[in-house]
């Protein structure tokens, strides 16, 4: 067909001879094809002829589809046209939200201009249970993102507000270790972190579970951000609503993350976070509400997660030692970890 080909005079023939641009089966779906290869002058005659701004393509809107192929000279077009800034589509964030979570910081100026509410909410209306998107504001969108620029430019507006919190509590700060795409790549935006502390982000903020930044940052194994928090004076033994330490998430998350594409980072990066929180004075006698110590959920975990039940052992020991012998211990966990020791040596 002569639009899906996307050629000017073609599509000049069609509006001439009248035909249905708004059939998205048909001549329709030029105007997804134009925006997808970034074709300004193609969108602008397909708009011209009558195509719909509101069309959508798998539940997306037009400008959802420009944002997310990254074609922001399109983006910037359809926002000068009149595109509704405050439509939420079946996924739940609004463009400005999306545009702020890809960093495209010239794309949201421009929508700031055009009068997109730096303030609105989201929320995903096909999963009202799933609550890491509800209530979070474009500015939480754009430090899950990593990027400072757009994170300082939707602060400076009239109202921003760096410690502004969602509906279960998140902030700002909270959200640079926290990964909202589908990749699965452990967020850890410390550049953000740096911006958000400096323009005054509470450190001692904590979620409606009592999760606080190291909480998180321990949960999803974001070692930079960790040793940025602790650096700044975070408590490294902060309880949350289960009577959980940051320790005792890293050495519980092992128990939970085997089979999936990125164990092998997770179980290094587990090592190293557990070896921050040891190094700079975490309990590792602590127990949760459930009795849970470090040395009993790493003990439990699979083979795979044998580094961390061995540097776990090794700490212990050595804290066992510096304490005067193992007195302090009972001899199952003593020959476990003499074994981890050996080892590991």
Known sequence: MAVSRLWPEAVRLLIGAGADLNDETGPGSGL???????????????????????????????LRVALECQEREVAKYLVDVGTDLS????????????????????????????GADVHAVTKNPSK???????????VHH????????????????????????????????????????????????????????????RLDAEDKDGMTLLHIAAQNFS????????????????????WQTPLLIVCRGVNQIPGTAFEKDFNEQ?????????????????????????????????????????????AIGNAVARMGGWKYGDETFKKGAEEDKEEGS
């Open 87 to 114: 439509a939420v589509d079946q996924l739940g964030p609004r463009p400005l939200d999306i545009a702020a979570f890809l960093g495209q910081t010239d794309v949201v100026q421009r929508m700031l201009d055009k």
């Open 128 to 138: 009202p249970d799933h609550d890491i998107l509800d209530g979070v504001t474009a």
């Open 223 to 242: 070692l930079k951000v960790a040793e940025l928090a602790i650096d700044s004076g975070i408590d490294v033994d902060a309880r949350n609503n289960h």
């Open 142 to 201: 754009a430090a899950c993102g990593g990027h400072t620029g757009t994170v300082s430019l939707l602060l400076d507006q009239e109202g921003g507000d760096v410690n502004v919190r969602s509906a279960r509590g998140l902030t700002p700060l909270m959200c640079t270790v926290i990964q909202m795409s589908a990749k699965g790549v452990p967020a850890d935006h410390v550049e953000v972190a740096q911006l958000l502390l400096s323009r005054g982000a």
């Open 270 to 314: 587990s090592v190293n976070l557990a070896r921050l929180l040891v190094d700079r004075g975490a309990n590792l006698w602590v127990e949760d509400l459930e009795g849970n110590t470090p040395w009993s959920l790493v003990d439990s975990a699979p083979f795979a997660y044998r580094p961390l039940r061995t540097f776990i052992a090794q």
């Open 32 to 62: 997804m094809k134009a925006v997808k290869l970034g074709r300004v002058d193609l969108v602008q005659l397909l708009m011209e002829g009558g195509a719909d701004l509101e069309m959508k393509e798998d539940q997306r809107t037009v």
